[in-house]
């Protein structure tokens, strides 16, 4: 989600953070803006479903553990705090380049990045930071705490959303 700040730095470091959190667990980043970060963890195969999800799960919450550092010196400088929410999803991605006359930009295109996008939507409403799908939510093995079921713009049917029980 859109970090809150002082522009410019707020953006850039609230992308490093991201960026540093999901490269170092094996995650591809596609699209970093000043509104969003979209890191992809590729699978491969059937049969590392759950180590990959373990993978992106740890990559959130080292995004976290980076940017409570960050807000730790902007406090103490008197600047805002960099605030925002994470989605995670189980799913596919089509790589694309998305373009309008004068600009360029390579990004992650299909239902599950909309589904996830909206799944991070709600991280206001919830007052939680880090929402899981269901399917993602049943690859994990640590504790999990449901946190309900939402109706997501443009998905079918009441999705069930979970959080870690330690943040």
């Given at each position: 989600g859109p970090p809150a700040g002082d522009g410019r730095r707020s953006r850039s470091v609230y992308c490093e953070a991201g960026a540093g959190a999901g490269g170092g667990r094996g995650g591809k980043i596609l699209h970093c803006s000043g509104d969003g970060l979209l890191i992809v963890f590729e699978?491969?195969?059937?049969?590392?479903?759950?180590?990959?999800?373990?993978?992106?799960?740890?990559?959130?919450?080292?995004?976290?553990?980076?940017?409570?550092?960050?807000?730790?010196?902007?406090?103490?400088?008197?600047?805002?705090?960099?605030?925002?929410?994470?989605?995670?999803?189980?799913?596919?991605?089509?790589?694309?380049?998305?373009?309008?006359?004068?600009?360029?930009?390579?990004n992650g295109v299909g239902q599950d990045v909309n589904m996830t996008a909206r799944i991070q939507s709600l991280t206001k409403e919830t007052g939680e930071p880090l929402l899981l799908s269901?399917?993602?939510?049943?690859?994990?093995?640590?504790?999990?705490?449901?946190?309900?079921?939402?109706?997501?713009?443009?998905?079918?049917?009441?999705?069930?959303?979970?959080?870690?029980?330690?943040?």
């Open positions: 699978i491969g195969s059937k049969e590392r479903e759950a180590e990959v999800c373990e993978s992106a799960l740890d990559a959130a919450i080292d995004a976290f553990d980076s940017l409570a550092v960050v807000n730790h010196r902007r406090r103490h400088a008197g600047q805002p705090e960099i605030e925002f929410g994470l989605g995670l999803q189980l799913g596919q991605v089509t790589h694309a380049n998305v373009d309008a006359p004068g600009r360029l930009d390579f269901g399917d993602f939510a049943k690859l994990v093995q640590r504790p999990l705490r449901r946190v309900g079921e939402y109706n997501l713009r443009g998905v079918a049917g009441a999705q069930e959303l979970f959080t870690p029980v330690e943040l």
